[in-house]
């Protein structure tokens, strides 16, 4: 069953709530399933660009419109507003090609994923996140 959660989380829940993902990777790795480890870590990486998108439009006070983008477009906006370097950029949108090889990949055999995979995943939200941290502390300098 799907559970939507509502789109208006305050700032201690949506921190909570990260923390948590960060702890069912973990669980998931524990138990050497690679699997569900890799679409946790990979959902937390494309929440923290998302993330950054957003912030990034609300330092340049750019309306944001309320359509899903895919991940390259995501990508390329960080990368044309100066938050994300070519390098980077590249690697993310190698790792939207990866993901969607890896879970094709996994239908047919569930040892398709592994902990590379896992850790790559769980390397790039860590740097979105860095990066939407950066973004955050913009805004608020900004303000006063």
């Known amino acids: 069953m799907l559970v939507k959660r509502r789109t208006t989380l305050t700032q201690a829940e949506k921190q909570r709530g990260f923390t948590r993902a960060f702890t069912v990777v973990g669980v998931h790795q524990q138990a050497q399933s690679w699997l569900a480890a890799y679409v946790v870590a990979f959902s937390i990486f494309e929440d923290r660009i998302t993330a950054a998108v957003h912030l990034s439009h609300e330092l340049a006070g750019v309306a944001i419109t309320g359509r899903s983008l895919a991940l390259y477009k995501r990508v390329a906006r960080l990368e044309t507003s100066g938050w994300l370097d ?52 913009a805004i608020k300098d900004k303000r006063t």
């Open 86 to 137: 070519a390098e980077t950029a590249a690697d993310w949108r190698a790792a939207g090609d990866e993901r969607n090889e890896v879970i094709h990949a996994a239908m047919w055999a569930a040892d398709a994923v592994d902990a590379e995979h896992v850790t790559r995943a769980l390397r790039r939200a860590r740097k979105a996140d860095a990066i939407t941290r950066r973004l955050t502390k």
